[in-house]
Nanobody, 127 residues
Framework: QVQLVESGGGLVQAGGSLRLSCAASGRTFSDYALGWFRQAPGKEREFVAAVSWSGGNIYYVDSVKGRFTISRSNAQRTVYLQMNRLNPDDTAVYYC????????????????????WGQGTQVTVSS
C-alpha cells in the first residue's frame, strides 16, 4: 500500500505559478512510477504528467508541455509538479497517483492502470 497526500493548490491569477507536492508513505517510494492527473468541473479526469521510478522517463500531455515540470525526490518520498504560465483552462482538482511502471506514453496516461491515488488539491486560475 502507498498513501499519497497532495498539497500546494490554491488560487492564482493567469500567468502565475504554483508548485504542487505529493508526499508518499507506505511501501518503498522508489518502486513506483508517479503521475499527475486533473479533473475540471463537468469533465473527465485527464492525464497531465508522469515520471518513472528513476526520474529518467517523463511524459506530459501536449497542453502543458513547456509550462509544467514534473520531478521527484526519492529521498524525500515526494513528487512535484511545477506549474508556470497558468491559464484558466488549468483550473481543476489535481491528483497524484502511483503505479509500478509504465512503458510508453499510452501506458503512462492510462489512469486505470494506477493503483494508488491521493485525495486531490484544488487549483483555481483566475482570468
Amino acid at each position: 500500500q502507498v498513501q499519497l497526500v497532495e498539497s500546494g493548490g490554491g488560487l492564482v491569477q493567469a500567468g502565475g505559478s504554483l508548485r504542487l507536492s505529493c508526499a508518499a508513505s507506505g511501501r518503498t517510494f522508489s518502486d513506483y512510477a508517479l503521475g499527475w492527473f486533473r479533473q475540471a468541473p463537468g469533465k473527465e479526469r485527464e492525464f497531465v504528467a508522469a515520471v518513472s521510478w528513476s526520474g529518467g522517463n517523463i511524459y506530459y500531455v501536449d497542453s502543458v508541455k513547456g509550462r509544467f515540470t514534473i520531478s521527484r525526490s526519492n529521498a524525500q518520498r515526494t513528487v512535484y509538479l511545477q506549474m508556470n504560465r497558468l491559464n484558466p483552462d488549468d483550473t481543476a482538482v489535481y491528483y497524484c497517483a502511483a503505479r509500478e511502471y509504465y512503458t510508453d506514453y499510452a501506458s503512462a496516461a492510462d489512469m486505470y492502470a494506477y493503483d494508488f491515488w491521493g485525495q486531490g488539491t484544488q487549483v483555481t486560475v483566475s482570468s
